[in-house]
Structures are given as structure tokens and as C-alpha cells.
């Protein structure tokens, strides 16, 4: 198997608190202060529920076999990890502020769209990742790095990862694969019902990959959102789209999800 066409994505850890009441926030804000050591040290004996993405068997092989067992082993502490994704956690911490009850988790992993729309929702607890010993190795000067879909981290969030999109190809049934865009859409032409992409996260991640190809680069994009940028970059992608659904599997009137 080899590979082409890559774009770039993120996901990041945070902790939300959004659902504590008063007295458990300002006792957190105290905790927060204290030196990394003391707070490892009233860390032991807890237990943390952790929402995230479970779709991929080897990232839970990697929580539940690797992360878990050393968080118990080196620092006493009890890690449950749930699914919980997207609009999923936020209408769940919306409800839990709602009916002022306590959360079911403490720490969520997710997409740059759902920090979004947490912190403008006012649904995290922060900022609190300047304050973890590892943010010293983070490279604070990265556009990349400190921003989550052109939201700035601000300490609200802590960079988990980040992903490469790449094209996978069999070897065997495709011997010259295509290494762009518009490689990709001659081939498309070429090989009606052999191309689709799912109505998901890979999805989407095709698609944005789609528009910064189709618009000049992504450099083109960064500095935040721009609705007249968007209007003309969408519009390329919409135009595309419709000259190759057709050759898509099944003629594009079903996706996988």
C-alpha cells in the first residue's frame, strides 16, 4: 500500500466545568495555582471520566491498554474513557448547565468545531493548559499548534495531536493513482463507481482539503474567517463536486458513513 494527497487536521484535550457550582469552581481555581507537585499529589485516589472519540481501535488500545494503566500505576488515579464526540458533548454540557447538575465528564477530547462552539458558548473550564508541566514543550510560536480550526488555544484547550489526510491506494488495482486534485478528478472520469468519500470527519477533512487545493493554499485561509474568502472557495468545491458526483460509487446518491 502507498499513499498521496495530504492535508492537515487537528483534535486537542479540555477540561470542562461548565456543570460545577460555585464552591467547586473557586476550590479547582485554587487547585490550579498550586505547584504541579502538590497537584499530583491531591490528584491521588481520584478517578477522571474522559469523552472521546472511540472509532479507532488502535487510539483505544492505545487509552484503555497503555494510558490507563500507567495513569493508575505512576499517579493513583482511575481514568474512564467513554464515547463522546461533537455535537454530542455539546448538548450534553448545554443540558447539564441548564439543570445546573453535575457533568459526566472531566476531560473531553474533540474537533477544533467543537472548541468553537464551547468556548463561545461559555462551556469550558479555564484557562487552565498553560499550567501543565509538558506546555513548555509545545512550540508556542506555531500558527498551527496554538490554533484549533483559526481559534486561538488561549490556554482554554491543550494540543493532543495532529492527523495527516492521505490517499491510500492498492497497488495492485491501481498502479498510477493520482497526486492532486485535479489528477483526481480526471481519474474519477476515467473510473465511474470507484470514488467516494464518507458524510463524516474524513469527509469533511476531503472537502476542506478539496477548497484550499482549489483556492491558492491554505495559507490563503489562515487569519481567521472571512465570509467573502468562503463564498468564492465554497463555490469552487460545489463546482467541482457537481461535474464528478455522477462518477462517484453508487452516482452519489448514497455516501458511507
Known sequence: MKRAGIA??????????CNRDRTEIADRAAIA?????NVVRLARGSSVTWRMWRGDPSINAYV???????????YGISLRAVEGQGPEIVNQLVVERQARARGVADLVWINGETFHNLRGAGLLWGPWADRLPNAAALDSTSPVVMHDFEEPLDGWESPWGRVQFAFIYDTVRTRDPPHSFAELKVWIKKHPGRFTHDQQFTGVAF?????????GGVGKFEGGFRPVLYKSASARVFGWLEDVVPDFWREGRDYPL
Open 64 to 74: 484503555d491498554h497503555w494510558v490507563s494503566p500507567r495513569l493508575a500505576r505512576d
Open 33 to 37: 495555582r498550586l505547584p504541579w507537585e
Open 8 to 17: 492537515i487536521s487537528g483534535c486537542a484535550l479540555l477540561l470542562s466545568a
Open 207 to 215: 472537502l476542506t482539503a478539496l477548497m484550499y487545493s482549489l483556492s
